[in-house]
């Protein structure tokens, strides 16, 4: 079994090797990294990490991922996870321990628990819902991003190859 670093890296090749259906940013350098961490008040998990280091912001078959990224006409504002992360603390009462990844498409936020960190310093996928306080309550979509993401992205990627 991969872990998440290692699913992070396949992800990686996947978005590579199917460039006509995947677009991605530039990455993310270390300083950005660490104002959007500082930002959060929250590391990012280290699979998140690297694929925001890889690409900054992605998506590939349809699936859509935040990620951390700057525009010239936004200037030095991060946007991406921590924008729609700061937005939902503020207007939605969100856990300041939850980072937004993506969004699940019927109006929850796919996050990031860091207040549950396993072994490898990973944090579990969940769906939140504005007005959720409650954990317990809150679907738990995998343990880790890197995993998440990768499976989501290869089921996408062939769904959308087999429909051709």
Known sequence: MMD???ASERLIELVRGNDDI??????CDVGAMAAAEGDLGVAFPPSYRRLIKEFG????A???????????????????????????????GMPSDL???????????????????????????LVWNPGIVNRESMERLAND?????????QRAVT???ESD
Request: charged share 20%.
């Open 4 to 6: 998440a670093v290692e």
């Open 22 to 27: 995947a677009n991605h940013g530039d990455g």
């Open 57 to 60: 912001t992605w998506d590939i």
């Open 62 to 92: 349809g699936e859509e991922f935040l990620g951390v990224y700057q525009t010239p006409a936004m200037g030095s504002k991060l946007l991406g996870s921590v924008a729609e992360t700061l937005d939902a603390r503020s207007q939605y």
């Open 99 to 125: 980072i937004v990844v993506m969004f699940d498409g019927m109006g929850g936020l796919i996050v990031l628990d860091s207040s549950c960190v396993d072994q490898m310093g990973e944090y579990p996928v």
């Open 145 to 153: 991003f890197g995993s998440f993401a990768f499976a989501l992205c």
């Open 159 to 161: 769904r959308w190859r």
